[in-house]
């Protein structure tokens, strides 16, 4: 079978497939915004392009690691009942609720929403992964900061744009209040990350030394992690 226009699937990844030029020889590329591209001579067969994918998975996965932001997939939400947001790596629906109070809540597992906040819209269900997270956070930052021997002068949940934290050389640590929708073991990878930082500032071997061995199984939630950006809202409406 030749291929023609096509996409491939890796772990869930969309590979979009282009087909023609002369050289035989496979050749795929990641774009800024983390998406796969594969160009092939235009008689290669699926299983080889498939086998060839497969091949490069480790490559994938560090790449989008390096990348370490996340993908702007523009993930859209609506207002509405029932929309599903994400939390800690569970899905939450949200429900417009008539109530006095004023404060968005998580209740029985649903995201209660008074009526009187959905109008002016996102603000207030962002300003909740900041409160929220912070409380979740605060106690599992305390955690690492004294497995990694470090000593933050603060943490906070802000919008962060494409990162998922950041730290300075202050002391001061971030989270992007996107990350909060990610499962726990995620979000403390992100954390601990950003407190290595307290201590090497770059990504150098120093660096990953002493994430690795404060977090022996980092790699994986790195590669985790590069993979399940593409599921995080980033507070666009739709
Ligand atoms: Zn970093």
Redesign the pocket.
Known sequence: MSVAAMTLQLDGMTVSVETGGTSRKAKLTIDRDGSLQLKAAPDIEQAELEHFLASKRGWIYRKLAEK?SLRQESVVKELVDGEGFLYLGRSHQLRIVDTEDHRVRLQRGKLNLPRALAEPGYDHLIGWYRTAGLTWLKPRAKDWAKRLHVVPLQIEVADLGNKW?S?SPSGRVRIHWATMQLRPALVEYVLA??L??LREAH?GPA?WQLLTRAMPDSDQRKSELAAAGAHVWQGKSA
């Open positions: 370490q934290g730290a990350h950003e290595t930082h990504h660096f």
